[in-house]
């Protein structure tokens, strides 16, 4: 594993952008940092002449541009997944973008990482942001506390260049975002093969329990070890559950 941060796996992801000169403005900036990965989950345009016109000299960032259908098919792979938000989050770390950017820099080391901007009217919804390692407020005045979408962008963007003459901490093999998905998939149903009800609104365990981990970064040792305690769990359930069918047949 390389112990220097690597631009190419740090990915900006436009969820849903709506203002073609956004996305071009995004990728000057995206340029104008050493960066070069922009990924556009369901724009609401293509190809657009104004994207290109406010690209000026970033029109190859936005030819190689990844367009994809789904978020979740954007972070899939990634190691880290950061959102920006003007939001206030509970059970999420939030942090400053100095800040976010060194973990960003130090998650590069072992993989893809994605930092994730919102819609130009509404930023990214609740689910879109429960699948974020991190949360990341950009102060601002506020008399107008919303930043534009292309300066949001831009923020992250010169943190990330400047963090690289102070980066710092040991490089870890954090697990991607699929790997914990599924994690959390394996959890649920040993539990479940346990005995363990939901309550209240359904699903409100396992939200309890995705805050919990939310609050530490999973390398994928971690998840690994989760996996091993419900392969435990569930050979206990399958033992209790022949025992009891033995008991009742005689």
């Not at 994207?51 to 789904?70: C, F």
């Not at 300066?151 to 980066?167: F, H, K, P, S």
Request: aromatic residues 6%.
């Amino acid at each position: 594993m390389s112990e220097k941060p690597d631009f190419d796996n740090i990915r900006i992801v436009l969820v849903e952008s709506k203002v073609p000169g956004n996305m071009g403005a995004a990728a000057r900036a995206i340029k104008n940092m050493g960066l070069s990965r922009l990924v556009a989950v369901n724009p609401w345009f293509r190809n657009h002449p104004q994207a290109r016109y406010m690209a000026h000299g970033s029109e190859d960032i936005l030819e190689n541009a990844e367009v994809l259908p789904t978020l979740e098919e954007a972070v899939a792979s990634s190691v880290l997944v950061v959102g920006t938000t003007q939001r206030q989050r509970h059970g999420v770390p939030v942090m400053k973008p100095g800040e976010a950017a060194l973990e960003i820099l130090d998650s590069s080391r072992s993989g893809q990482v994605s930092v994730l901007f919102g819609r130009e009217d509404r930023g990214l919804l609740n689910e879109e942001l429960a699948c974020c390692q991190i949360v990341v407020n950009i102060p601002s005045s506020r008399a107008q506390p919303s930043l534009n979408l292309s300066q949001a962008v831009m923020v992250m963007a010169y943190e990330l260049y400047t963090a690289v003459y102070m980066g710092r901490g040991a490089p870890a093999d954090y697990a991607p975002a699929e790997a914990i998905g599924s994690m959390y998939s394996h959890l649920k149903s040993s539990l479940e093969k346990l005995g363990m009800e939901q309550w209240n609104d359904g699903d409100n365990y396992m939200k309890s329990l995705r805050r919990v981990f939310s609050r530490t970064r999973l390398e994928r040792r971690d998840v690994a070890t989760i996996h091993k305690l419900c392969g435990e769990i569930d050979k206990y359930a399958y033992r209790a559950r022949a025992e009891l069918e033995k008991e009742m047949k005689s």
